[in-house]
């Protein structure tokens, strides 16, 4: 147990050498006084998260049946049946409706976290929307941290073809908007990210970073002088605890490096985002846990993540889906592939488990990183096969900070907008706002049990 003085270690506190960087988690070191430590039991440190899935939803395997703290697990939500209490289904929140026909896959990333459809003209050219409520969030909590926000995903941004008629190649690429006419660019590559939390070479040039890979030795070499130093004045919780977090930092490292050496044998691409791993389970996790590093060591509070862009024809041959994904999602009533749909989804949830089993496991002051974090998981169509936006696939995860209370399927009235969901948790995040696209106000707080 560490001694309780005075001083502490700088909440901020991060370790160089040799050009390189480290940001520490949360340890009882940097706990000043049991006045401080209560503070942080009582107000633990809030984060948000947001996972997008593309391609709408096989809603019959999705939504339960009953409602209420006795609904039963559907077969696309039976992979994180061991979180069930941590989960809060929402059934009836609808999308906004197009402005215009046509563009419903820019339609639905577009307005899932800002309420507002696409809404330029039809050349295709010009770039319009709203603020989404993450970068709302992102201005208020990135004032306590080095990054305001970290916005990644599983699909490259500039790939021919990824996008719809008369309509801007952004819009199905991400989900964050800092302004009406600045979409955030989502960073599908996990050494990118890695050198974005933990210091970069200089260059986004991949050459230039390879050529560091091969000279210098890794981020964690390069400041264990420092790390030994640190350590000795830790107490024995501390040391474990930091030693666990510069493991996982390593281990990070070395799949990074691994991925990379892969990428480069197999150019050229199509599909295949480069410098990532060839198996899209590996790539998957890996940027979840790059997720996990960016929470423990709070360098951001507001992460978005979009597990696929919206149009993707990604196949899933792991799980023996040889088809592509947007072309399976309009199944037209084929039996197979609606069994093929359903088998991308569940897979999709399975990836989930994994992330949130990580989060549990990750102290975070008197509790867990799942227990004081809030994750918006969904997507932006509903009924993929008929582009519908009514009634999204929409679930709530994690304990809130303990004002989240889980284990149970809420059904609203409705054309209850989705907007009305996103002003309700700036609301519960510190960060209220009257309106957010086309809200009509907040979500009855005693239905979200959120205090």
């Known amino acids: 147990m560490n001694m309780i ?12 050498g040799l050009g390189a960087a480290i940001a520490l988690p949360f340890l009882d070191g940097m706990v000043p006084a049991f006045t401080a430590i209560r503070a942080t039991a009582a107000q633990p440190i809030r984060r948000f998260g947001v996972i997008y899935v593309p391609n709408g939803m096989m809603m019959p395997s999705w939504t339960p049946s009953a409602e209420g703290a006795g609904f039963e697990m559907t077969a696309i939500l039976k992979p994180i049946e061991a979180f069930r209490e941590r989960m809060l289904v929402l059934s009836g929140l609808d999308g906004t409706r197009a ?20 809404m330029g003209t039809m050349n295709g050219t010009d770039i319009l929307a709203e603020q989404t409520m993450d970068q709302i969030l992102a201005k208020e909590l990135g004032q306590y941290t080095q990054l305001s926000s970290l916005e990644l995903s599983l699909d490259r941004g500039d790939l021919p073809g990824a996008c719809e008629a008369n309509y801007a190649c952004k819009y199905p690429n ?43 030795k890794s981020i964690l070499d390069s400041v264990v002088q420092r790390v030994a130093e640190l350590q000795r004045g830790l107490g024995t919780a501390d040391r474990a605890r930091l030693g666990e977090y510069l493991d996982a930092v390593r281990d990070l490292e070395r799949r990074i490096q691994k991925a990379e050496e ?8 199509v599909e295949q985002p480069a410098g990532v791993p060839g198996v899209y389970s590996d790539y998957a996790k890996l940027m979840f846990d790059l997720q996990v590093l960016a929470y423990q060591c709070d360098l951001t509070r507001v992460i978005t993540f979009m597990m696929g862009r919206e149009l993707t024809t990604r196949t899933f041959p792991e799980i023996d889906v040889a088809d592509g994904f947007h072309p399976t999602s309009h199944h037209q009533g084929d039996a197979k592939k609606i069994a093929t749909l ?49 009634d999204l696939p929409i679930v709530l995860l994690g304990g809130g900070a303990g004002q989240l209370k889980g284990g ?25 706002v009257e309106k957010l696209g086309n809200s009509t106000g907040k979500l009855p707080i005693d239905a979200l049990s959120l205090a």
């Open 99 to 118: 402005i215009r026909a046509g563009g419903p896959h820019s339609n639905a990333s577009t307005r899932f976290l800002s309420g507002v459809p696409y």
């Open 174 to 216: 991400t989900i964050s908007w800092r302004g009406p006419t600045t979409p955030q660019p989502m960073e599908n590559d996990p050494r990118a990210v890695f050198e974005r939390l933990f210091g970069d070479s200089g260059s986004t040039d991949a050459k230039v970073r390879l050529a560091r890979l091969t000279k210098d």
């Open 5 to 16: 003085t005075k001083k502490a270690l700088p909440r901020r506190t991060i370790l160089r």
């Open 342 to 390: 359903t088998k991308i989804e569940t897979f999709h949830m399975t990836l989930l488990a994994y992330y949130l089993e990580k989060l549990k496991a990750t102290p975070d002051g008197d509790g867990s990183l799942l227990d004081h974090i809030t994750i918006l998981f969904g997507a932006g169509i509903s009924d993929s096969n008929a582009h519908a936006n009514t």
């Open 262 to 269: 892969q990428s480069s044998r197999e150019l050229p691409l």
């Open 408 to 432: 149970r399927h809420l059904r609203y009235p409705n054309e209850t907008p989705m907007a009305n969901l996103l002003v309700t948790l700036l609301d519960k995040l510190g960060t209220p």
